[in-house]
């Protein structure tokens, strides 16, 4: 199965009302602001979604939001991870049809062995027939998919189509790019290095920074992917600050006061996530009108 899911995707905020219920005219503008802006597809409760916050209910309500705004015009990919393997595989049944992908992250806190993290992914591919995104993100997992293991599943695991390497080593993502099947996907997981990883191969990102500026950061993976170099570096480095500033105090906090700048959210948060202090708030609000001037 080949991977549909290049380009730019965004990790969607999902955005609260006051009593951190869902807000649901915001996040069909900020779905509005993707489609209108160069966004490629939309991951829907992914972690930049505070996932771990939402009920099951609650995920399906975004998602059935998302889609009603979006019309079809974008491909949305569904975020549906766990460290109960059988729990994911039985919930994937379960899932709409009318969704054009799932990213799955690899097991957290059980730390399970690289042949663990295999058999995972094998058995929740085994449950359904949409495309899967293996979602490798060490910092929060506690665990790293090892090069051999991805491009193992890439080579035997038919439906899972890509991989999104937040692990930050380079030697990592550009032996995986250098051994991959021919249509195994790499998205990039880290905004700040997407340019350069695009550059040796990476054909698209997962963002949290596009949340804000779908545009410019859209427009900066297409240059990188298309060569034009000096327009994808000046665009990475005016993004820079942001990207840092957003997650400096963790993600969502930062991209959120940058939505809330412009109008589009409020910037609450579910708890155990606290508020940005008011120093990083103030740094966002003027960097965000910086970028967008």
Known sequence: ????????????VTPFKSDLSIDEGALKRLVRYQIDNGTNFLVVQGTTGESP????????KTLSIVQEENKG??????????????AVGELLKQLPSDIDGILSVSPYYNK??????????RYIASCTDLPIILY??????????????TLEIARTVDNIVAVKEASGDFSQIMDIVSNKPKDFGVLSGDDAITAPLI??????????VANAYPKKFSDMVNAAIEGNTEIAKQLHYELLP??????????PGGVKISLAT???MQPNLRPPLYPVSEGLKTRIETETKIVLS
């Open 199 to 208: 550059s040796v191969g990476v054909e698209g990102v997962i963002s949290v």
């Open 53 to 60: 916050v939402l009920s099951m209910e609650e995920k399906l």
């Open 242 to 251: 942001s990207t840092n500033m957003f997650f400096e105090e963790g993600n």
């Open 73 to 86: 015009q974008l491909k949305i990919v569904f975020g549906v991870g766990g460290n109960d393997t059988r």
């Open 262 to 264: 412009q109008g589009i």
């Open 112 to 121: 399970p062995t690289q042949k663990g993290i295999l058999e995972h992914y």
């Open 136 to 149: 490798n993100v060490p910092g929060r997992t506690g665990s790293n998919v090892k090069a051999e293991t």
């Open 1 to 12: 199965m080949k991977n549909p899911f290049v380009g730019t995707g965004v990790a969607l």
